[in-house]
């Protein structure tokens, strides 16, 4: 459910589908996938407990993995993500996000690909219907 979301932010801003143009993979990217193109996984779906009921909030960690030829086009990636998913509060997809936070960074090399990534951590917190 919360890759539609991310599929649908990557496709509705111009500066994410100009830079990707729609290559948004869930858990593994294809092997001769034209680069730059991004990497969406779940980490952890925690659902927050109330003592009276069952949840209604669920929260999911999320790494997106940019990678792309050029160290500036990740961290371009990464600036417009942090822009695009934090604060959201919003319906897409049939999918209600209630809010979204940033949970960190880290940039990867591959010597053998000659490819630059940029790992992003966010955490939605999703309404359950």
């Known amino acids: 459910m919360i890759g539609k979301v991310i599929v649908s932010k990557f496709a509705s801003n111009s500066d994410l589908n100009s830079l990707f143009a729609g290559r948004v993979f869930p858990v593994v990217g294809q092997q001769t996938a034209v680069k730059p193109f991004a990497i969406y996984e779940i980490v952890t779906n925690d659902t927050t407990q109330s003592k009276d009921s069952d949840s209604h909030i669920d929260e999911i960690n999320v790494r997106?993995?940019?990678?792309?030829?050029?160290?500036?086009?990740?961290?371009?990636?990464?600036?417009?993500?942090?822009?695009?998913?934090?604060?959201?509060?919003?319906?897409?997809?049939?999918?209600?996000?209630?809010?979204?936070?940033?949970?960190?960074?880290?940039?990867?090399?591959?010597?053998?690909?000659?490819?630059?990534a940029s790992q992003v951590d966010f955490v939605f917190r999703v309404v359950k219907s």
């Open 64 to 116: 997106i993995t940019c990678c792309a030829e050029k160290y500036s086009q990740t961290q371009d990636a990464v600036q417009t993500m942090r822009s695009v998913f934090v604060r959201m509060n919003e319906t897409l997809q049939g999918v209600t996000i209630q809010s979204c936070s940033f949970d960190g960074e880290r940039d990867l090399f591959s010597d053998d690909e000659r490819t630059f």
